[in-house]
């Protein structure tokens, strides 16, 4: 069983950064896909960015050279750092773990781009 606790979310204007933290709880962190998720308002969600291991990551195109996924083993911790934030990069962004066939969901912070 895998626990995630998401933090860091907030309302920031056009332009700024925020930086969320996605903490796991489990003995398994090293070997985990971690990734994080977004919806917005009236649409599906969608991935954002993922991290197999320390050097293995990919994001939507939407956020590339914005965004930057990373995990920290001692901490059990996975982050997301927004630059340049956009107001439509505003939604409830989900901390996601996958485990073989099992995947695991954080409960979701609100991050709102907004002037």
């Known amino acids: 069983q895998v626990q995630l606790v998401e933090s860091g979310g907030g309302l920031v204007q056009p332009g700024g950064s925020l930086r969320l933290s996605c903490a796991a709880s489990?003995?398994?962190?090293?070997?985990?896909?971690m990734a994080w998720y977004r919806q917005a308002p009236g649409k599906q969600r969608e991935l954002v960015a993922v991290?197999?291991?320390?050097?293995?990551?990919n994001y939507a195109e939407s956020v590339k050279g914005r965004f930057t996924i990373s995990r920290d083993a001692a901490k059990n911790t996975v982050y997301l750092q927004m630059n340049s934030l956009k107001p439509e990069d505003t939604a409830v962004y989900y901390c996601?773990?996958?485990?073989?066939?099992?995947?695991?969901w954080g409960q979701g912070t609100q991050v709102t781009v907004s002037s």
């Open positions: 489990t003995r398994i962190f090293s070997l985990l896909q």
């Open positions: 991290i197999v291991n320390t050097a293995t990551t």
């Open positions: 996601n773990a996958r485990y073989s066939i099992d995947t695991y």
